[in-house]
């Protein structure tokens, strides 16, 4: 399921992203693997940020976006649609390396005098 955060980045900027995971029971859960993807809402890779490796994940991980992470691309003039995509695996008393796999949605408001 998509989450929509409502509190918008600003252009070129920091903007921290906490991503946290659950097991099918909704316990907190350390993935053993963990990649994320930041794109714009085509799938256009934002400042070559595909499959980010985090090393040790825990069940709760800060995913820090800054300066040309948050800059508008071409087109886009006032704001733009980012993507944040999680991919990895976990062990529960469902199984061994299952899936976990969601998507993260913000917005980037441009400023008039940032460049």
Do not use: C
Not at 54 to 78: F, H, K, N, R
Request: glycine share 6%; net charge negative.
């Amino acid at each position: 399921m998509t989450t929509e955060l409502t509190t918008h980045a600003k252009e070129k900027s920091t903007y921290i992203i906490t991503a946290s995971f659950t097991d099918e029971d909704d316990a907190a859960v350390a993935p053993k693997t963990l990649t994320w993807t930041l794109t714009d809402d085509q799938g256009d890779v934002i400042n070559g940020r595909e499959d980010v490796e985090v090393s040790s994940p825990s069940s709760s991980e800060d995913i820090v976006l800054s300066g040309d992470d948050l800059a508008l691309q071409s087109g886009e003039t006032s704001r733009g649609v980012r993507i944040l995509t999680v991919e990895g695996t976990y062990d529960s008393d469902a199984g061994s390396d299952l899936p976990l796999n969601d998507e993260i949605r913000f917005i980037v408001d441009g400023l008039v005098a940032v460049s």
